[in-house]
Structure formats: structure tokens, C-alpha cells
């Protein structure tokens, strides 16, 4: 056990102590809650808009904190060579990976609680504690097909590549899936496409915890989530055997 | 008794073969260096010992395992050619978390003394200078108290005094009974850390054998003198292998410097500054390898 968990630790405080990493995964779901969720609405909207919000920024944190410590992190450390020199050193098998997923889900739940503080403390909402372990519990099951999507981009991204892939997958996601705006202020035809997109479902979910939705697709949601995370996670370890195998 | 071999292994990728049919074998208690230009194939040797690719053909055994065994790597230090290390992670943490990948790791403390990490063991790695990085990555190679260690390339792009350093750590080690095997392009380095040296060219085997031996292998001299001949000249006469400019004069390469002094006096009586040397292991290598 031992391994796995100095692995987990070490993985959470390199990435901890990397300001260009840090920064902006647990500062711009914060800032951009405040300002859309929290300023910019007005009057009788205030409080839908927090709730609804409070779901997307949640699950753009987590996504967020999956695609750049993973898919970032991975492409770099396999591109110049630090995952050979663990490969070839008797490192147990999984902790690599679980570090990863570990790793995104704290920092997931970090950007969480803060999104929550926020929430509460200054949109004036009311949270019950079931509603916040089940956030956490979404939110972190999430991380694993997030994760997977980003192990994908680490296994095809060159350490240059990476970063650009990660915009180009990050802000599609969020907008189309509803993460930044309210799903029902997106255009129809944009609507129909956030089925097929991971982060829709999630926040889907989210919605129905919040209470902003009447929670009788929550199940269908869980079921297409599964569905796409064995998906990815298949094609994640495809990718990855591919690239080792020489 | 052998630790390590590879039998009749090739490799190729695409077109090149990075292996040729190569054989090594590395015995309990040696530090044998890996001897060879850029692309000669030593990395693919070192890589193919490691497990991390898989020859075409022939077999690679370390410790009586196949090396992508857990129980083979647990045995084995390793330090490879690495352009990306966590750098926020502090030395200390880096060799802790290193550490619990074995069974019977070294104490910290004495990790820091063995590869010369005083002073820098709270730093972080990315605030510390090329050469020591190097010694924190020898730091993580023997940190699990392993029986073989491979060095791939140790001390590329290290100054001299660091190199030295290194060099100081890994006899250190050999001394308590550890085998090495290390890959380099540098021959300062094999003749000055291995007792045996394998020359390797085209992914084959070239020469086998001591320092000494293998630079005795070569009957050349190299015979330096300052003259007025024209270097084209110099290089008709009878018994020059080579001549190249040498600061103000020419080298001359040569098995017979009695010979080729005896046509030159008669042609340039002012001829000086007469220096025979016998090759070093330089010499030897570009030799054999030409």
C-alpha cells in the first residue's frame, strides 16, 4: 500500500506546488462562478442561476483538473522519458494511473468546496449535506471517464501538443455540454450535440442534486455515463499500449 | 557467475537495426562500460535489459528473469537519459517515494551520503544545477540497495568536476559489491570506471575486453613532429596510416614511427618537436570503429 500512497501525495503536491498549473485549475471556476453565477444574474433569477451554476463550474472543475494534470502531465512525462525510468523500476503496476485519478479528484473536490463556500456564503443558498455527498460522489466518479479522456491525450499529445489538444477539447466540452451557461441558453442545434459529450451527463446529474431538475433521467444519465467511461477508458488503454509497445 | 545477458539479440526499428545479432553478458561484481558513438545502439542494449522494448529475436535475462518481471527489477538501480523529472517535488521526496517501489530500500540518510546529496536533500529538483540532478537520479537508481546498477549515459552534458563526482559515487558503490553496467560515449569515462569494456559499433560487438587490452589491440602510434612538408606529401611515404594538422605540425598515425622518421629526415632535415606517443583508448575506438 505504502507505494500507492506516497504516490497519490506526491503526484497531489508536485502539481499543488506548480503555480501554472495550480492557478488556474482552482482559481477559474471560482471567478467565473462569481461573475456568471453570481454577479451577472439579477433579481428573481439570482438563486436558479447559483444552483444551476454551482452544478456546471463543479463538473468544469473536475474536468478541468483531469484533462491538464492527466492529459498535460502524462504527455510530457512520457514524451521525455520520466515514465520510462518508473516503467523500468519496479513501480507497482496501477499506482501510476490511481495517482493520476487520485490526484484529479482532489483537486476536483478542492475547486468543489470552494464553488460550494461560494455559494452558500455569498448566493445566500441552502445545501443540504446530502446534497453535497452526493455532488462529491459525482464529481469524483466523473474523474474517471475525464481521466480517461485525458490518459487518451497523454498517449497521442506531444509535451508541445498537449496544452493546445486540452484548449481545443476543454472549451467545446464545457460550453456545448452546459458547464459555463445554462443548457437551456445554448441554440437548439447545439443542444442535440451534448448527448454524445461526457460532461453533459455529469452535470445533468448535478442538476437533478441540486434540485434543478425532476431527477427521472438521473438513472438513463448514470447508465449512458458508464457506458462512455468504459468506452474511454478502453480506448485510453489501447492508445497507451500502442505507444509502449516498440 | 552472470547477472545479466543478452543473447543473440537483434532490433530493429524500420529500416535501421539498432541491434545485430549483439551478446552481452555482465558478471556479478563488474562495472562494464557500454562503449560506443551516438546510435551505435547502446541505449536499445540498455532498453532491451530493462524490458522497455522487446528484441525481435534473441532473449534478454537479468538475475535468471525475464526483465518486464516485477522480481527481475527489483534487483536492478537504474538512471536513464530523462528530459522531464517532477520538478516541484523535493530530493528528499523523490527518493521516499523511489524507495517504497523495493523491498529492502536504503535508509535515506545514507542514500544522501552515497550519491552527494548534503545540503540539497529539502531542495527542490528543479532549482538544482545539471550535475546535481544527475546525482539525485544515481540517488534514485540505488536507493532500493539494488545488486545491478545501469547507467544509461550517466554524466552526457555534465562539466568535468561534476563528472568526476559521479564517477566517485558509482566506484563507491562498486566497492560494496554492486555490478554495473554504464553506456557511454565518452572514453575518459569507460577507461576510468570499468573494468571491462565493450566496444560497440552498427549494433555489433567490436572489441571485448579490459581497458588495456582493447587499447593494446591496436599496434598504431601516433607520431607528432613539427616540419615543412606539405601534410599530402608526408602521407606518400611508406607505413602512414593518417595524417592530420596537429597545432603548429602534423600527426602522423603509424605502426612503424622508426620507419616513417627514418624517409622523413632525409626530406626535412629541420624537422622537430619529435613526440611518439601509444594510443589511448581514443584512439583505439576510432580505430576500430572507423
Given amino acids: ?246 | 557467475m552472470v547477472i545479466a545477458e543478452l543473447r543473440d539479440t537483434t532490433k530493429r526499428f524500420g529500416a535501421i537495426t539498432a541491434l545485430d545479432n549483439f551478446n552481452l553478458t555482465i558478471q556479478r561484481g563488474q562495472i562494464l562500460a557500454l562503449l560506443g558513438r551516438n546510435g551505435a545502439g547502446k541505449t536499445t542494449a540498455v532498453r532491451c535489459l530493462l524490458g522497455l522494448v522487446t528484441p525481435d529475436s534473441g532473449v534478454a535475462r537479468v538475475f535468471g528473469r525475464d526483465p518486464r518481471e516485477q522480481r527481475a527489477r527489483t534487483h536492478m538501480g537504474i538512471m536513464l537519459q530523462v528530459g522531464r523529472v517532477p520538478e516541484s517535488l523535493r530530493v528528499r521526496e523523490h527518493i521516499n517515494l523511489f524507495s517504497s517501489y523495493y523491498p529492502k530500500p536504503m535508509a535515506l540518510s545514507e542514500v544522501i551520503e552515497a550519491a552527494g546529496l548534503h545540503g540539497i536533500e529539502n531542495r527542490q529538483f528543479g532549482a538544482l544545477s545539471g550535475g546535481q540532478q544527475q546525482r539525485v537520479l544515481f540517488g534514485l537508481a540505488i536507493c532500493g540497495n539494488p545488486d545491478l546498477l545501469i547507467l544509461d549515459e550517466p554524466t552526457a552534458g555534465l562539466d568535468v568536476e561534476s563528472r568526476r563526482a559521479l564517477w566517485q559515487h558509482v566506484r563507491a558503490y562498486a566497492t560494496r559489491g554492486g555490478s554495473v553496467l554504464l553506456t557511454t560515449h565518452y572514453l575518459e569515462e569507460a577507461d576510468a570506471l570499468a573494468d571491462r569494456v565493450v566496444l560497440i559499433h552498427n549494433g555489433r560487438t567490436h572489441a571485448d575486453g579490459s581497458a588495456q587490452e582493447i587499447k593494446s589491440r591496436t599496434g598504431q602510434r601516433s607520431l607528432r613532429c613539427v616540419t615543412a612538408l606539405p601534410p599530402a606529401a608526408v602521407a606518400a611515404l611508406q607505413e602512414v596510416d593518417q595524417v592530420e594538422p596537429f597545432g603548429a605540425g602534423l600527426q602522423i598515425l603509424t605502426k612503424n614511427p622508426d620507419r616513417v622518421l627514418a624517409q622523413l629526415f632525409p626530406l626535412d632535415p629541420a624537422l622537430h618537436g619529435i613526440e611518439i606517443n601509444t594510443p589511448g583508448l581514443e584512439q583505439a575506438f576510432l580505430e576500430m570503429t572507423a
Fill in chain 1, 1 to 246: 500500500m505504502r507505494p500507492y500512497i506516497l504516490e497519490i501525495r506526491y503526484e497531489f503536491l508536485s502539481l499543488l506546488r506548480m503555480p501554472r498549473f495550480a492557478v488556474p485549475t482552482l482559481l477559474l471556476p471560482p471567478m467565473f462562478y462569481v461573475f456568471f453565477g453570481l454577479i451577472m444574474p439579477v433579481g428573481r433569477f439570482t438563486s436558479a442561476a447559483a444552483k444551476t451554476l454551482l452544478a456546471g463550474y463543479c463538473v468544469f472543475g473536475v474536468l478541468c483538473a483531469a484533462l491538464w494534470g492527466i492529459g498535460a502531465i502524462t504527455a510530457a512525462e512520457r514524451g521525455l522519458g520520466w515514465l520510462e525510468v518508473k516503467r523500468a523500476s519496479p513501480m507497482p503496476q496501477f499506482s501510476y494511473i490511481t495517482a493520476k485519478l487520485a490526484t484529479a479528484i482532489l483537486f476536483g473536490f478542492i475547486i468543489q468546496c470552494t464553488l460550494m463556500a461560494l455559494a452558500v456564503f455569498a448566493g445566500g443558498l441552502h445545501l443540504e449535506p446530502a446534497q453535497i455527498l452526493q455532488l462529491t460522489l459525482l464529481t469524483s466518479a466523473a474523474a474517471i471517464p475525464f481521466g480517461a479522456l485525458g490518459f487518451l491525450v497523454g498517449a497521442v499529445a506531444s509535451p508541445q501538443s498537449a496544452p493546445g489538444m486540452i484548449n481545443l477539447l476543454a472549451f467545446p466540452l464545457a460550453i456545448i455540454s452546459g458547464l459555463w451557461l445554462p443548457a437551456e441558453a445554448l441554440p437548439a442545434g447545439v443542444r442535440q450535440i451534448a448527448p454524445v459529450l461526457p460532461p453533459y451527463h455529469v452535470v445533468e446529474v448535478a442538476l437533478a442534486i441540486l434540485g434543478r431538475r425532476s431527477g427521472e433521467e438521473t438513472g438513463m444519465h448514470l447508465a449512458v455515463l458508464a457506458g462512455m467511461t468504459v468506452l474511454l477508458l478502453g480506448a485510453a488503454a489501447v492508445a497507451w499500449r500502442r505507444h509502449s509497445a516498440r
